[in-house]
């Protein structure tokens, strides 16, 4: 998660590409679908691409990154950390909220 937040990047695996090229700037906050929880609230910046930082999503920063399917995201505030049971109500709101009024 540390590398993500650094670079202000969130990033899927090559098999997600086609999901992450619908995220447009302004989507409503974004989940992590690897611990299953939500961090933060984040908002989406860029539309989905590959590779908008190829090498910053690995540990070191010198390997090709596992998550080539790309988002820059603005943190807009940092939260202890909620797991998906707890947030599906909040994540279903947003959504809705988001669809309704654009």
Do not use: W
């Not at 590398?3 to 906050?29: D, Q, R």
């Not at 950390?81 to 707890?86: K, V």
């Amino acid at each position: 998660m540390r590398e993500f937040l650094s670079n202000k990047i969130f990033g899927s695996p090559f098999a997600h590409l086609a999901y992450v090229k619908k995220i447009k700037p302004g989507l409503p906050p974004l989940f992590n679908y690897s611990d299953r929880q939500l961090h933060g609230i984040y908002e989406v910046t860029s539309s989905g691409e590959m590779n908008i930082n190829p090498y910053g999503l690995s540990e070191d920063g010198k390997q090709p990154t596992k998550y080539p399917a790309q988002v820059r995201i603005c943190i807009r505030k940092r939260c202890k950390s909620l797991f998906s049971t707890n947030c599906i109500q909040l994540m279903t709101y947003s959504l809705t909220r988001t669809l309704l009024f654009r």
